[in-house]
């Protein structure tokens, strides 16, 4: 499995994420659609990369993760999710806000980490199996139509509007900037 430091879709990720909008849009996109961020974020990297991903593809990648999405990544976010919303501060279980706050911390990281299990093994999977087409890289506008062609296709498996053209996912982006 790929190293994060050396993987380009994961650096990329962290790099447009971190974007005033992206995270809220995504986020939107997860709870009211279903939508899987990493998937979301996969599609951007394409287009980005110059790759137009393919619906029969993009089903290949959705079900490659879709075991350890919902076992691990789904039920991590929604431990996380519960403590963040519960009232346990006056409960014998938890009586500190910074235990409780401490939980929370962890499981953002553990589920993070497992966020990293599912763009690795996208990553790993789209370097071994070559299944976009090609486009000229380069070109902003090149980009950002990637970009919508492959999150429209993503959005149309999941029975969603297009991506609206001032959509914060589609914005040129250079490359991230890797640790070594």
Sequence with gaps: MSDNQKNPFWQYSLALYSRPKVA???LSY???DGANVNLLLFCCW???SGQRLEPVALEKARLLIEEWDLQAVQKLRAVRRF???SQWGSSEMVKSDVIKSEMIQSL???ELMAEQVVQNTLYDWWLGDGFCHAYEHGAAL????????NLNTYLDMLGCQPIPTDSPLLCPLDEPQTST
């Design 24 to 26: 809220e849009c995504c």
């Design 30 to 32: 997860q709870d009211s």
């Design 46 to 48: 394409l287009g980005f």
């Design 142 to 149: 090149q980009t950002e139509r990637l970009q919508a062609a």
């Design 83 to 85: 403590l963040v919303s």
């Design 108 to 110: 953002q990281q553990v």
